[in-house]
């Protein structure tokens, strides 16, 4: 294929078998992408530096995160080191990607004590129990609210020491964030602000969590690297499995809430629900958070009994509030908001580890289906999912 015609957020969202050893597997995600992953290099840099945080700062804070890592996860750092090798770029550049929440969250807190100068994902999740879906299987998703522009795809991994799993990543980033995997846990995340982040930056980065996550064979240890350790900022994430079991974590950087479906269903976006340990920030930003989640419990439970797929497909493409909507689009009256969008709408079938995913926002973007363990380097199956 050309370059042109694989070049951002044109066709359906792409996906890259990656196999071998950590460093084989950097490699191949390194050649395919190496433009995408350029391209999202300078849009972070440019975000660091309308924050208030220089190129210089940026990369000394991606040297000291180069040993952080290697420490942390081995596997994940030489997997960095080939995406570097293969896409003609620094170790330093790709740190930068992969550490680039709490490279982010840091310069925000370098820029000013006030929420106003940070903007994370936002993005609306949720998990479906397999006792309240129409064909009795579990189901975990979200639209991921982002950067327009940034190039993403979905990586099928293949791992030597660990679950095989599905998982859209942004391009250069090792460690996916929507994703299942072959055991049947799957995994959502979001943004979430809350008063201590980026104060500590130099912990283990979130990123190299997600494929810990993914790489679990059991529900408790997808848990256990999320918070057994402290953290530089805050996020949120759901960890379901196909049982139906499923737990929501708030995260911030000390502290952390569980929360557990409610009549078989959860819904998330980008405030804190159990504010008793956390000051919960990000709706002060934007208070769009606190419509989006009561929203998506209703239009997927007001109507029928059941839940099917199609019916989430449809709750994701919600145009209430637009264009702070579930279905996100750009807001043109607000700068800041301007730059948030649907950059992907993700349904993940737990039960058959399957993976829907869109390559913008779902109302103007089909879904194409990904396959744990299918042995296609590019996306298959058919367009819009197999129970429409
Ligand atoms: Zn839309």
Known sequence: MSKQARSSKDGPIRGL???GSPRERGLTHGEEFADE??????????VFEHKGSDEETVYEQAEQFVPLIEDENEAYAEEMRGVAEGSGLSIE???ILNA????MYSAFKQAADEINEGLPDACTAFGVRNSLSDDGHTYVGQNWDWMPGLETFVMDVELEDGADHVVMTEAGIVGGKIGVNEAGLAMTLNGLVTEHDGEEPFRKPYHVRFREVL?????DAAIESLIARDRACSANVIVGHESGEMIDLE?????????????????HTNHVEDSSSMNSEFERLIPDTLCRAPRLRRLLTEDADKIG????????RDHFDHPNSICRHPNEDDP?????????SFVMDLTEKRLLGTNGPPCEHEYVEFQVGSSSSQPQGAVDGRHP
């Open 17 to 19: 078998k990656l196999t």
């Open 37 to 46: 992953i350029e391209r999202n290099l300078e849009i972070y840099l440019d």
């Open 93 to 95: 550049d790709v740190t």
């Open 100 to 103: 680039r929440y709490e490279v």
């Open 215 to 219: 790489a679990s064979e059991r529900m």
């Open 251 to 267: 995260l911030s950087p000390e502290t952390a809430n569980y929360l557990y479906p409610d009549d078989g269903l959860l819904v």
């Open 309 to 316: 797929e199609g019916d989430i497909k449809e709750a994701l």
């Open 336 to 344: 800041e908001l301007d730059r948030l969008e649907t950059g992907g």
